[in-house]
């Protein structure tokens, strides 16, 4: 009986694999607590010292158990290059682990079974249904799953039909022209491949169209797709109910605390009564975000059909903190080094008016300035501002202090923004080495702006057209009347994903009797960033003693190509041609050219240029950068 412990404990500890009866080293001790005892009284002894002394050795023998229980086996897939991936990712048998795969018969026909399941049903997805399966396990060692997945089924025919509250015969054309329409849109037109990724997504993608499109209740009655196996093809048949037509009711806003009750009103571009859509819903929320008193915007509606005569419109916002101080520090090659500070109150006296005002100190221009903004009108037609400011620079050689108040419309209409000013102003010129001189006029402005780029900070595809038209009456002696118009357009063209072309086109002129008179505000000088690089900042005018001062006559064009080595990093070469001048005499192109860097920093868009201009031996460094803090 002393051998008989050893005969039970070997097979016990060899399918114990989680689980350590004993360890290298025991404790010399009477009895060893991990061991099966059958005749302690006799075996004790002997028992122990067999587990201190042939531990490594039943050790060893438990590895080898573990190591050949199963036989190891590779499969390899055999398969059209277009399902390859697909099955590799998905089918259980091709990820398995070569020594995991069972010893028992019963055990590797189940494997096989599930394996022939897996890959048809992967294949129904793609649109083959009726694939050949079969694994070839006449080598032991290696297995192949042979697939071959037949004939890809198509869309034969597409049937789509509406139910809606009214029949078919009856709707009007605007409803006839909507279900045409979303017939045509639908994803899987004849002749294409049926796969279920596509199935579903043309499903979901037609529902949306009808959620978003009066009818925000629309869910289907049925969705079939008939497979002919035989024929590869197959016939969709849709039938959707609509539910009512929806129609929009009064607003609902919560979550305002401080601004005026009717602040959300005053932005509301919905009319009751008006067929629902969801980008009228879009266009309304994306006006509230625009609100600097709101950080949080979201404008929805309940699509209950026993509300659908007139859908409350939810209106839900969180107010921004009402005042927000601000420092920063700049530098560019235009002005100089600058420090700037701003204040903002978002909510002043409760009326959700907003000032704007700040100081910034620049090396060759300073000014102070004070804004203040009010709410849009009813329906956010338009929105009124009021301002204050002081100004002084000193570039190329003259010198000009500013002091102006104003008032300003601004109407926003998707991507067009107009904006209507009158400005009354003192302005006082000392060009060096001339005569100072100063006047008092009342200028009127109007701008409009169109701008549909697909970044604001970083665009590389589309354009932004500004034209301005104005005029000013003099109030003093020393003033002139006169009108002024000016353009400008900037293009911007993705030739590749890496390559941007911007394609700059300005020009402006001011009619008057002479320059004399006229705020250098509504007269016109280049150079610098912008304009045209390789000459300094406003250096291109007209010559009044040793400074350079504005001209009735501009035109400026530029032609740049960026490449992208990253999303941040881009070198740019670019042309840049114009003048400004007083007379078409004396107007003359100057062109500059040169190369440059595109960082887009965390501060913001850095640009950093190397120009020359026509003519000089020496590059002037352009460039403009600002941190706020």
């Known amino acids: 009986m002393d051998s008989l412990p050893g005969f039970f404990w070997i097979p016990a500890f060899a399918g114990m694999t989680h689980y350590w009866v004993f360890s290298p080293s025991f404790p010399r001790r009477r009895e060893s607590r991990g061991c099966i005892r059958l005749n302690q009284k006799r075996s004790k002894t002997s028992f122990s010292r067999l587990c201190r002394k042939g531990s490594w050795f039943f050790a060893c023998l438990f590895f080898c158990f573990s190591a050949f229980a199963n036989e190891v086996v590779t499969v390899e897939l055999d398969a059209p290059q277009e399902v390859q991936a697909l099955l590799k990712q998905y089918v259980y048998l091709l990820r398995m682990d070569p020594g995991a795969i069972p010893e028992a018969g019963p055990d590797r ?44 089924s198509v869309v034969d025919e597409v049937d789509i039909r509406f139910q809606s509250e009214v ?22 037109s004849n002749g294409t491949p049926f796969r279920q990724a596509d199935w579903e997504s043309a ?68 009319r009751e009564g008006a067929i629902y859509r969801r980008r009228d819903l879009l266009a309304f929320q994306e006006s509230l975000q625009s609100a600097p008193q709101l950080s949080v915007v979201v404008v929805s509606i309940d699509p209950d059909p026993q509300q659908a005569a007139a859908v409350p419109v939810r209106v839900a916002v969180t107010e921004a903190p009402p005042r927000r101080l601000r420092f920063g520090l700049g530098a560019s090659s235009n002005t100089g080094y600058r420090v700037e500070a701003a204040y903002r109150h978002l909510n002043l006296f409760g009326n959700g008016w907003e000032l704007s005002s700040g100081l910034r100190l620049e090396q060759r ?22 301002g204050v400011g002081l100004d002084r620079s000193d570039l190329e050689g003259l010198k000009i202090d500013t002091q102006a108040v104003g008032v300003t419309r601004t109407i926003k209409r998707g991507h067009i923004e107009t904006q209507l000013s009158a400005r009354v102003q003192h302005e006082s010129i000392h060009p060096e080495d001339f005569e100072k001189s100063s006047y008092n006029t009342l200028t009127l402005n109007l701008g409009r702006t169109w701008r549909a780029v697909d ?3 970083d665009p590389r595809q589309g354009h932004v057209l500004e034209i301005q038209l104005g005029g000013g009456l003099g109030l003093s002696p020393q003033a002139n009347d006169f009108g002024r118009v000016y353009g400008r357009i900037q293009k911007y063209i993705s030739l590749s994903r890496d390559n941007v072309l911007t394609l700059r086109a300005e020009g402006g002129y001011t009619f008057a009797d002479s320059r004399d008179g006229v705020p250098q ?13 390789g000459y300094a900042y406003r250096s291109l005018g007209v010559k009044e003693g040793s400074a350079v001062v504005g001209g009735r006559i501009l035109a400026t064009g530029s032609v740049e190509l960026v490449h992208w080595f990253s999303p941040s990093i881009g070198f740019a070469t670019f042309v840049d041609s114009g003048d400004a001048a007083d007379t078409r005499e004396e107007f003359s192109f100057r062109t500059g050219y040169g190369v440059g860097l595109r960082w887009l920093s965390p501060a913001g868009p850095l640009a950093v240029d190397l120009g020359w201009g026509q003519g000089r031996a020496t590059p002037r ?8 803090f």
């Not at 505000?521 to 690089?533: E, I, M, P």
């Open 109 to 152: 026909s189940a494997l096989t079974r599930r394996a022939r399941r897996e890959v048809a049903a992967l294949l129904a997805t793609e649109g083959y249904f009726s694939p050949e399966i079969r694994i070839d396990r006449s080598d032991s060692a290696r297995w192949r799953l042979v697939v071959e997945p037949g004939q890809r």
């Open 203 to 270: 499903k979901q993608a037609l529902l949306d169209a009808l959620r978003g499109e009066r009818y925000a209740a629309a869910k289907f009655v049925s969705s079939r797709a008939e497979v002919d196996p035989d024929a590869a093809k197959v016939q969709v048949r849709i039938v959707v109910d609509t539910g009512p037509t929806f129609r929009l009711g009064a607003l609902e806003v919560s979550g305002l605390r401080d601004l005026p009750p009717d602040f959300v009103a005053r932005y509301n571009t919905l």
């Open 167 to 188: 029949q078919e015969s009856d709707i009007d054309d605007e409803l006839k022209t909507l279900h045409e329409q979303l017939r045509r849109d639908w994803g899987m």
């Open 455 to 457: 970044n604001v900070l």
């Open 365 to 386: 221009r300073q000014s102070l300035y004070a804004d203040l903004f009010l709410p849009p009108t009813r329906h956010g037609r338009y929105r009124d501002s009021f």
């Open 521 to 533: 505000d509504f007269l016109f000088r280049a150079g610098g960033t912008q304009s045209v690089r």
């Open 621 to 628: 460094l352009h460039f403009g950068v600002s941190v706020a």
